[in-house]
């Protein structure tokens, strides 16, 4: 099989068919429409075998998750997601292990609204590089650099799920097999919070996806905002499935410093929390305070009013 029958038989999924899309796989450029009165928000992620995901994976898993990441962070901007193009390096043409990848792509694709307009394929170790492209209203835009001390930092899910569900597939957690399972497919498959992130437009004064890991990702916004985070641990969610793990130092660890969450970290004037509450809500998603912006610089975490030494917890970055 060379480069075009695979692009034709497993890459040319599209059958989302956007009308912004002029042309979309098979010419030398894709020729796409961006509304007016909108801006293009822009963002790459690469996936490498083995290193960010485990090569024998499913591979309908592997195309759900390396779309996931990538849109997460359109998420995390506010942005509507329109469409992504793709880099494939493939040690080998295998067509069974293609028509997975495929279908993985297309599930994600249809559910998003998302075309795949262009990429590059070629024969290599295992990775995917993807870039995604989508829509944000002029003015709207939410960036790490905007927290105000006194803004309250809420997110939208539990974490630490993902984290304890890579420990489930290298067989480093004993937890009971429904827990597992679904610890397992947090890792695996998680869905980005586009619609939570367009529901923010407006209200969050800063946003992130948590992507590295709770801490280092508010950290990202305390420092890029110039202020300090005062997180509460006895507030910060975690799930049903991770609370189902039995040592509470692991479960602690995973939610704070475990990434591939993929839930929204942002912060909100405390005037703006119901109107945030509301409008999360209208798209099932939750709104947790967890902590407030300081405006002395760190990331401190208290429990039961005393300070964690967040070194201790695996977390050297400060
Ligand atoms: P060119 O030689 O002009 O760069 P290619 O032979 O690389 O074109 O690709 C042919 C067409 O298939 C192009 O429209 C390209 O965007 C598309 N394409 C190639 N690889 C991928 C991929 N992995 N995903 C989506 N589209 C792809
Ligand atoms: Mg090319």
Redesign the pocket.
């Known amino acids: 099989m060379n480069?075009?029958e695979i692009?034709e038989r497993f890459?040319s999924v599209d059958s989302v068919k956007r009308k912004d899309v002029i042309k979309g796989?098979?010419?030398?450029c894709?020729l796409l429409k961006v509304p007016r009165g909108q801006r293009l928000a822009i963002s790459m992620d690469t996936l490498i075998g083995d290193v960010h995901f485990m090569s024998e994976a499913n591979a309908a898993d592997i195309a759900h998750k390396a779309i996931a990441v990538n849109l997460s962070d359109l998420a995390a901007a506010g942005a509507e997601p329109a469409w992504i193009?793709?880099?494939?390096s493939l040690p080998k043409a295998d067509p069974d292990w293609l028509a997975d990848f495929s279908r993985g792509l297309k599930r994600m694709l249809e559910f998003f609204g998302v075309s795949?307009v262009?990429?590059?394929?070629t024969r290599g170790p295992l990775a995917i590089t993807i870039q995604a492209h989508g829509f944000v209203p002029e003015q709207v835009f939410h960036r790490r650099d905007q927290g105000k001390p006194g803004d309250l930092i809420c997110v939208t899910g539990p974490v630490g799920g993902a984290a304890l569900g890579l420990m489930v597939a290298r067989n480093e957690l004993s937890v009971n097999p429904k827990a597992a399972a679904e610890l397992l497919k947090k890792y695996q498959t998680p869905y980005p919070r586009i619609a939570a992130g367009i529901a923010l437009r407006g209200r969050a004064t800063s946003a992130i996806d948590i992507s590295d890991g709770l801490l280092a990702d508010v950290n990202h916004i305390s420092q890029q905002s110039g202020v300090g985070a005062l997180l509460r641990w006895e507030r910060i969610p975690l799930s049903p499935a991770a609370m189902q793990v039995e040592d509470a130092e692991v479960r602690m660890r995973a939610a704070l410093t475990g990434g591939d969450d993929y839930e929204l970290c942002f912060t909100v004037d405390e005037d703006e929390l119901d109107a945030a509450k509301n409008a999360l809500e209208t798209v099932g998603t939750d709104c947790i305070p967890i902590g407030r912006l300081t405006g002395k610089p760190g990331v401190r975490l208290l429990r039961d009013k005393e300070d964690i030494q967040l070194e201790e917890m695996g977390y050297k970055h400060f």
């Open positions: 480069e075009f692009i890459l796989i098979g010419d030398d894709a193009t793709m880099s494939l795949l262009g990429g590059d394929t």
